[in-house]
């Protein structure tokens, strides 16, 4: 058998060689490594993302324990609002009672006022009146000696009240 040097012979040695010199290269190793070092980033990069993960449910959860506070505060300060109004509203009630039951007595008292201002009035005219008819009665009837006896008694009569 002969030994031929054809081209798959050269194909052949140029395979080895190639070999040989990746392997001499240690490119299986920094393969390796770098498929190590691809694996490692990508673990980190995994291991962030849980981390992440982690921090925004904590933070979601924080957020909803805190809108649920916000949410009881506020309708913890609606239903003082509302107690508040209410009050407010007794108490307004209350008030405007009071005005009006103030206002209807001062109103009687200025008619119960009025009507003892009208008696006195009718009094006063019909006091008024009696005098002047017993003023004219008497000076019909009367003569000068009649009127100066009433006068003299008249007069004697308010000296004695002004002493």
């Known amino acids: 058998m002969e030994f031929a040097l054809d081209a ?7 395979l080895v060689l190639f070999l040989a010199l990746i392997v001499y290269l240690k490119v299986p190793g920094m393969m390796a490594k770098s498929l ?3 694996a490692d980033q990508i673990r980190n990069e995994l291991s962030e993302a849980k981390r992440l993960r982690e921090e925004a449910q904590h933070l979601l959860a924080e957020y909803q324990r805190k809108r649920k ?3 009881a505060e ?8 509302e107690r508040e109004a209410e009050m407010l509203t007794v108490e307004a009630k209350k008030k405007t009672e009071e005005f009006v039951a103030n206002r209807t007595a001062v109103s009687e008292q ?14 006063s005219a ?13 000076a019909k009837k009367a ?8 006068f ?4 004697g009569e308010v000296k004695t009240r002004l002493n």
């Open 143 to 150: 003569d000068t000696k009649v009127q100066a006896d009433l």
């Open 126 to 138: 019909a006091v008024d009146l009696a005098i002047a008819a017993a003023e004219n009665v008497l």
């Open 152 to 155: 003299k008694g008249a007069v």
């Open 36 to 38: 190590d070092d691809r």
């Open 69 to 71: 506070e916000a949410e």
């Open 110 to 123: 200025k008619i119960k006022q009025a009507e003892a201002d009208a008696m006195k009035a009718v009094r």
């Open 8 to 14: 798959t012979f050269f194909a052949f040695v140029g």
């Open 74 to 81: 506020a309708a913890h300060i609606v239903a003082a609002a």
